[in-house]
């Protein structure tokens, strides 16, 4: 359904760190790069991208799922995470309040946005 997600970040060579380090843990890389705009996907196809803030005023939070391929690279994007310095909003676990097997791990990204990453198959 969706093609691309963007966000505007404050700083964005302090998020490019950020994104560069937790994506490689579940197979995300970057794809692209205009100046101060960073495009990160799988095979080449940019999916995600940052930028720097350019319109409207304050903060609102944004949440953002990425998907993991096993539980493992949640656990490894988590460690990645508190490595780039992330606060750690849910440590990995399951969450069967939304179903049996699904299992994330949330932190806070530079700019304060909630971001995940979830792996929905069983072990």
């Known amino acids: 359904m969706l093609d691309h997600v963007s966000i505007q970040c404050a700083d964005t060579a302090a998020s490019a760190a950020f994104y560069d380090a937790v994506l490689l843990t579940v197979g995300g890389t ?4 205009f100046g ?3 495009g990160y996907g799988v095979g080449g196809q940019p999916s995600f991208w940052i930028g720097p803030r350019t319109t409207g005023e304050g903060f609102r939070e944004a949440h953002l799922a990425f998907a ?3 539980r493992a690279a949640v656990d490894a994007f988590h460690r990645a995470a508190v490595s780039a310095g992330a606060e750690v909003l849910h440590a990995p676990r399951l969450w069967p309040e939304y179903h049996d097997a ?6 806070r990204d530079p700019d304060g946005n909630n971001i995940e990453a ?3 198959r069983p072990e």
């Open 102 to 107: 699904y299992y994330g791990v949330f932190v």
């Open 36 to 38: 101060q705009v960073v």
């Open 118 to 120: 979830v792996c929905h």
């Open 68 to 70: 993991a391929p096993d």
């Open 30 to 33: 970057r794809v692209m790069d």
